[in-house]
């Protein structure tokens, strides 16, 4: 089964941008979806974004206009870029994974934290 791995969480300020990346174990090619979710201490997970095998995309509104999720199938990597960072974006994120019903997989997560 496939294993995802984030990376390029971290510290920034409000305002800022950063990219996490979600290698893949195994070809994400095969996956229907990806996506990223994430989730605060004390609340539940949230969808972030998600990605069809055919690059169609779809967003959380809060966080529409300001992310932006990718698939690179050849480096079996999504990818999220964040911008505008708000300090209610600070989470564990983490990628997501979808092949049929039954067949979810999310990753270990990173810590994204924005404050000044």
């Known amino acids: 089964q496939v294993q995802l791995v984030e990376s390029g969480g971290g510290l920034v300020q409000p305002g800022g941008s950063l990219r996490l990346s979600c290698a893949a174990s195994?070809?994400?090619?095969?996956?229907?979806?990806m996506g990223w979710d994430r989730q605060a201490p004390g609340k539940e997970r949230e969808l972030v974004a998600r990605?069809?095998?055919?690059?169609?995309?779809n967003y959380a509104d809060s966080v529409k206009g300001r992310f932006t999720i990718s698939r690179d199938n050849a480096k079996d990597t999504v990818y999220l870029q964040m911008n505008s960072l708000r300090s209610e974006d600070t989470a564990v994120y983490y990628c997501?994974?979808?092949?049929?019903?039954?067949?979810?997989?999310w990753g270990q997560g990173t810590q994204v934290t924005v404050s000044s």
């Open positions: 997501y994974s979808y092949l049929a019903r039954g067949q979810e997989k």
């Open positions: 195994g070809s994400i090619f095969s996956a229907k979806t």
């Open positions: 990605i069809t095998s055919g690059s169609t995309t």
